[in-house]
């Protein structure tokens, strides 16, 4: 059974960094994509940031780019969110995901993490 479980989330005042983490276990981690996907009260999802299995390649959405880094050791069998320069529009619950290849479309995704609260205050 596939499990991510998400955490490093919490409260940062604007132009503050925060690091999330999201552990998988149940799958040869290193075969599939890993992304962070977020959503703010009364928005849709939203894709963050995308990495492929290997970890060459990656994808950031226009709001992240510049600002956030995704990473992952496979190693570790955890993907990394590292988030710079936060503002109160990154307020939302953060979540990872998994899946066969790396995209932008939540619904190619398979598994889904809890979530993790970042709240920014300015």
């Known amino acids: 059974q596939v499990q991510l479980v998400e955490s490093g989330g919490g409260l940062v005042q604007a132009g503050g960094s925060l690091r999330l983490s999201c552990a998988a276990s149940?799958?040869?981690?290193?075969?599939?994509?890993m992304a962070w996907f977020r959503q703010a009260p009364g928005k849709e999802r939203e894709i963050v940031a995308a990495?492929?299995?290997?970890?060459?390649?990656?994808y950031y959405a226009n709001s992240a780019k510049g600002r956030f880094t995704i990473s992952r050791s496979n190693a570790k069998t955890t993907v990394y969110l590292q988030m710079n320069s936060l503002n109160s529009e990154d307020t939302a619950v953060y979540y990872c995901?998994?899946?066969?290849?790396?995209?932008?479309?939540?619904?190619?995704?398979?598994?889904w993490g809890q979530g993790t609260q970042v709240t920014v205050s300015s």
């Open positions: 995901t998994s899946g066969p290849t790396l995209h932008t479309n939540a619904d190619s995704y398979e598994y």
């Open positions: 149940g799958r040869t981690f290193s075969n599939y994509a």
């Open positions: 990495v492929s299995g290997s970890g060459r390649a990656a």
